[in-house]
């Protein structure tokens, strides 16, 4: 493939609901332009995009993949997001590395979640948005129906551009509302046929338009008010300039599948659509903070953003990235601005699914990959070291759903922990992490597909078979009243022996540690045995008396105790500690505390009432409602952490997608006596296993 320059080079990120069509979408304008010569299906697995053997086995994109194409002397660069929330990771990194978000809707299923979110990470990033209604050949798909759902979710700003016409059920036919021309669709050929009678249907989408063109400036509403008709290249100027803003959401509409209308959306979309030159470049920071414009010119010093990270088995590590400006080539210097260091390019390609394509350079405004960049990760900015800039990185949604996840087979625990953490690479929205309190690996992610996907993934790619568990909740225990004790260590068995007495004190107090004083008078027990009276206690504590968890708040005195001149030894002094905090924290009133999180959860308001009764249930204590983003309201709560391990769960199936949270450990507090009772028969119950 040639090289293109800015001004011809468009990135566009197909988004929306799972199983929309957006890889099928893909693989047709792949098809029509001639990057590949045939048109592969979800169902037979050999798409180009969807090729991970993860996406293959479910038949739904797992991860963001990248295909340039040809059209009409322009280079498309087709980023292809996952649409199922488990797997979000790739429709942030797509919108992160896009110019203009494709939203793929249904014609059979409409505005999902799926939809709201890619419209609104597209707002946030500051795409243009376009939608496409897809699959329009199933007799079930409604387009109208679709559309004015489109209208009704996205107000007015939704502007129909080519839309079908029905006959028999049949949509073959599709009318573009730019040229007030048809064309009919049969047997792999498209033709021009007489526009369809649609009653007052086609005059009404047709106002649609001028009442959204009117609204990217004054004189074209001052035109519009009076009644004057728009000129054909008004609409069409006026239409891009409006998607361009931001303020017009144009609506194309076929069948992927089958291919119809597919020509008369890239048509459009190489004018409508913004190309990487007029997206006017970034804002990004020097070593100082200071703000630094990037402008896209193939010309100045190279800033370039990584904006996806994949463990090829062949290639082996693959970053790919966005060039803002300059170009990326062998003999281009980078330096990376999260480490400093230098990183040697040793080739540059451009990926194609999963192929990749050697080329001399990647210029402004394009995508392409490098391999082997060690030190190099997702959100790196790779720059000119004679213009130092980062580039603003990815924000990802936090993981929600926790695993306990270990091998199959004793002694891989290092196995497992290399194989997640290679994938960790891969998939910022994967967390791994290592409770050395509970003795088990956690990963954490977006929900139990994305947790699935990871175990299937260790055993295909690196071999190692792995089983899932929940996560263990880490108590503590304290106690609730004062005692005092008595730990005395004898032994005698020829020679020197062992001696140690001590007096010890135990309270509560207000703190996390062992608070450890001392108040012996008299010499009882000498200064130099104090250490190790504090030694054996901090040795105990470890270990509580109820369940064997870690005791805090917790004050020992020293004040008592006897010695012997030969006996006695530091070893011995320890061990009668050990055996006070042994013999007295039973009398001291022992409690379990159990770990409680502040909760935030976000929800539509039609939610609230149904949440609030699943906090309650889960023994929280919801203390607060404040209004967040229109329609929706922020619960504030507080629940104990060993009730909140499928509360993603829930929330998603409760709001289908649109509730958000966040919880954060914030101190611990008695468990209550019935929830105490059973923890501590199952701690038993686990120790004696």
Known sequence: MKQYEPNKIFNIALAGHGSCGKTSLAEAML?????????????????????????????????????????????????????????????????????????????????????????????????????????????????????????????????????????????????????????????GTVKQVPLPDMGDRLEGLRTAIKEAVAETSEELMDKFCEGEEFTPEEIIMGVSQGVKDGTIYPVFCGDAQLTYGIDQFLNSLVWLAPNAAANGGEIG??????????AVNTNAATAALVFKTVSDPFVGKLSYFKVLSGKVSVSTPLVNMRTGEAERVTKVMIPRGKKQEDVSFVGAGDIGCVAKLLNTNTGDTLCSPIRKVTLEGIDYPLPTYSMAIAPKKKGEEDKVAQGVLKLCEEDKTLIYSHNHETHQMIISGLGEQHIDVVVSKLKSKYGIEVVL????????????????????????????????DVWIEFEPYDGEDLLFDQRVVGGSVPKGFF????????????????????????????????????????????????????NGMPKASPVLLEPI?????????????????????????????????????????????????????????????RGSFTFDFVRYEPAPQNVADKIIEMRKAEQEG
């Open 31 to 187: 098809y029509l332009s001639g990057a590949t010569d045939r048109l592969g299906k979800i169902e037979d697995g050999n798409t180009v995009l969807d090729f991970d053997s993860e996406e293959i086995k479910r038949k739904v994109s797992v991860v963001s993949s990248i295909a340039p194409m040809e059209w009409k002397g322009n280079k498309i660069n087709i980023i292809d997001t996952p649409g199922l929330l488990d797997f979000q990771g790739g429709l942030y990194e797509g919108m992160r590395a896009a110019d203009s978000a494709v939203i793929v809707v249904s014609g059979k299923n409409g505005v999902n979640i799926g939809t709201e979110k890619a419209f609104k990470l597209a707002s946030k990033q500051g795409l243009a948005k376009i939608f496409f209604v897809n699959g329009l050949c199933d007799e079930s798909a409604r387009f109208y129906r679709v559309f004015e759902t489109l209208k009704t979710t996205f107000k007015q700003n939704v502007c129909p551009i080519v839309v079908p016409y029905i006959e028999n059920g049949q949509a073959n036919t599709y009318v573009n509302l730019f040229d007030y021309k048809a064309y009919k669709y049969e047997n």
């Open 597 to 657: 999180g502040s909760l935030k959860v976000t929800v539509p308001e039609v939610n609230v009432g149904a949440v609030i009764g699943d906090i309650t249930k889960r023994r929280g204590r919801p203390f607060g409602q404040n209004p967040s983003e229109p329609g929706y309201q922020t619960i504030e709560a507080e629940v104990p952490m060993a009730e909140m391990h499928d509360f993603s769960t829930f929330l998603r199936q409760c709001t289908q997608g």
């Open 285 to 294: 920071s020097d070593p100082n903070g200071e703000p630094v414009e990037i």
């Open 469 to 500: 568990d929940t996560p263990k909740v880490a108590y503590r225990e304290t106690i609730r009243s004062k005692v005092q004790v008595q730990g005395r260590h004898k032994k005698q068995s020829g020679g020197h022996g062992q001696f140690g």
């Open 531 to 582: 250490p190790a009276v504090e030694k054996g206690l901090r040795d105990s504590i470890s270990k509580g008396p109820l369940a064997g968890y870690p005791v805090v708040g917790l004050k020992a005195t020293l004040y008592d105790g006897s010695y012997h001149p030969v006996d006695s030894s530091e070893m011995a002094f320890k061990t009668a500690a050990a055996i006070a905090y042994k």
